[in-house]
């Protein structure tokens, strides 16, 4: 049978031996170890670990767990085990502006960016033709204050239908609720304008361009409830002077933000991103 590569991240409070035992009950199931990456955070003494591992095809989830959980519960671990040739799926909301999906439709179709889209989501009908092109289900759900709650009970309901890993919001300009926000804490990934300063509201490009800022950015991040403020995944900024006009402002930020979020996105889905209250640590 062939082989597997499955990938398996834990936490835990730090103490003696943690290494020494996942990597010998990884040895006992005659797995070989082909990449592994560790963090011990001082503060809050948590340890983190990605490790993966080939393991022979004869080897199942049942059995990996069977060998895992004696550490686990000695350990007090929190795990996850994944196979890395698992397709990952994935729901895309969008409003009006298109460049983040289309950044990630193309990264998915050249193969860096491995996903299966199982849906589009928006509030506009402005991104259809992209959707249909791909051949991906698209969904028109506008929203008001006065149905927010039933169409993100349709949007929690197409998450589970769909069995889908992570929910990305592509340039999508409706805040979800804390209520939605809290059930999938850690499965939602936000792109955002960040500035210094941090400009709100409409045209942010075109507030940065009349206050002389001299770098503009964005931040890719999880959802909460508290607005674009969780814990972040993936930044990037860019300097910028006084000689660019507003659109090119705009034009250097849509750059940007499609890139930065096309990489959070990616060491999600191949579980490089691991939650430390507040903040992530990446591997």
């Not at 929190?78 to 009006?96: F, G, H, Q, W």
């Not at 179709?109 to 092109?133: C, F, P, Y």
């Not at 991040?221 to 607005?227: G, I, K, R």
């Amino acid at each position: 049978m062939t082989d597997h590569t499955w990938i398996l991240t834990l936490s835990c409070q730090d103490r003696p031996r943690i290494v020494a035992t996942v990597t010998s009950a990884i040895a006992v199931i005659g797995a070989n170890i082909a990449e592994s990456a560790q963090f011990w955070d001082r503060s809050s003494n948590r340890f983190f670990m990605r490790i993966a591992f080939i393991a022979p095809g004869t080897v199942d989830r049942h059995s990996l767990e069977a060998v895992l959980s004696p550490m686990v519960a000695d350990f007090g671990m929190n795990v996850m085990l994944t196979r890395a040739d698992e397709v990952p799926r994935i729901i895309i909301m969008v409003s009006k502006f298109d460049h983040c999906l289309e950044h990630l439709l193309y990264q998915i179709r050249v193969g860096w960016l491995r996903a299966e889209i199982v849906a589009i989501v928006s509030n506009h009908d402005a991104t259809r033709t992209a959707a249909e092109a791909a051949g991906i289900p698209y969904h028109v759900w506008p929203v008001s204050k006065d149905n927010k709650s039933e169409q993100e009970a349709r949007l929690l309901a197409l998450y589970r239908e769909t069995g889908a890993d992570l929910i990305v919001l592509a340039r999508y300009m409706q805040v979800l609720s804390n209520d939605l926000s809290g059930q999938l804490f850690g499965h939602i990934i936000n792109i955002h304008h960040s500035f210094l300063p941090s400009f709100k509201g409409a045209k942010p490009y075109h507030q940065a361009h009349e206050r002389g800022v001299k770098i503009i950015g964005a931040t890719g991040h999880y959802v909460t409830p508290d607005l674009d403020e969780g814990p972040i995944i993936e930044q990037e900024t860019e300097r910028v002077s006084h000689a660019l006009s507003p659109d090119d402002f705009v034009a250097v930020g849509r750059d940007i933000e499609s890139r930065v979020l096309a990489r959070a996105v990616k060491l999600h889905l191949e579980r490089r991103v691991l939650l430390n209250g507040h903040k992530t640590v990446v591997f």
